[in-house]
């Protein structure tokens, strides 16, 4: 199992639809990355979570400590959206970013 | 300056070619990172430099050789690599390490294919 879960693997959606992207983790955590990453692309951080919930324009990104979870959403989807999701922890034992397998996400206009 | 600079973003070299990467940033940041990616697959970490000293190997082969000549810069040198060390090599960097590493801010990566 990995110690980074991510769900769904993809996801396709209509202009306009409420997105949401999970990640699971087990290990203790000093900071939850939400990275975006557009094919043939580098990769954008969104997000750096410890605790609470954050807004970025049409994003927020919340993180519950005890259950060891986060969620990405992203609320009036739009096709500039497409890209793959990322979600990365960083291990407070090894101070290591442990990466998600990501999810694919197509927004269809 | 947020950003971190790589070049260059395109790289074609044969198995006896020498070759550098080489990333830039003007934040302030003392922690640096070299990520290898391969298609649709996240990251992998390769190295991290730390106030300039290398503070993580991932046994990376010695093929791969890392440089920080100063806190803005870091290179990575390349020799007799192998046809499947094509990928996306990615440079990251964080203000610093641990709890107080802060935001990431990557790159956009510089894309080797070895012949």
């Known amino acids: 199992k990995n110690e980074v879960e991510q769900s769904p693997q993809n996801l396709t959606a209509q202009e306009g639809e409420f997105i949401t992207i999970n990640c699971s983790y087990s290990?203790?955590?000093?900071?939850l990355h939400w990275l975006q990453q557009h094919p043939g692309g580098g990769i954008v951080s969104l997000f750096m979570?410890?605790?609470g919930k954050k807004k970025h324009g049409r994003l927020i990104a919340t993180i519950n400590i005890q259950e060891k979870h986060s969620s990405l959403h992203i609320t009036a989807s739009h096709p500039r959206d497409s890209a793959v999701y990322i979600c990365?922890?960083?291990?407070?034992?090894?101070?290591?970013?442990?990466f998600g397998t990501g999810t694919r996400l197509q927004v269809f206009p | 300056d947020t950003e971190v600079t790589q070049t260059p973003k395109h790289l074609v070299m044969g198995m006896t070619n020498k070759k550098s990467l080489k990333c830039e940033q003007h934040?302030?940041?003392?922690?640096m990172y070299w990520y290898k990616q391969k298609a649709k697959k996240p990251p992998e970490l390769m190295f991290v430099?730390?106030?300039?000293?290398?503070?993580i190997n991932e046994s990376v082969p010695s093929r791969f050789s890392p440089e920080c000549p100063n806190s803005s810069l870091l290179n990575l040198h390349l020799h007799a690599l192998q046809p499947e060390d094509s990928a996306l090599y990615l440079c990251?960097?964080?203000?610093?390490?641990?709890?107080?590493?802060?935001?990431?801010?990557f790159g956009e990566g510089s894309r080797l294919t070895v012949l």
């Open positions: 934040m302030g940041h003392r922690a």
């Open positions: 990365a922890a960083r291990s407070y034992n090894t101070d290591k970013l442990i």
């Open positions: 990251a960097s964080t203000q610093s390490t641990g709890a107080l590493a802060g935001e990431l801010f």
């Open positions: 979570l410890s605790s």
């Open positions: 430099y730390s106030y300039e000293k290398l503070s």
């Open positions: 290990v203790g955590i000093s900071a």
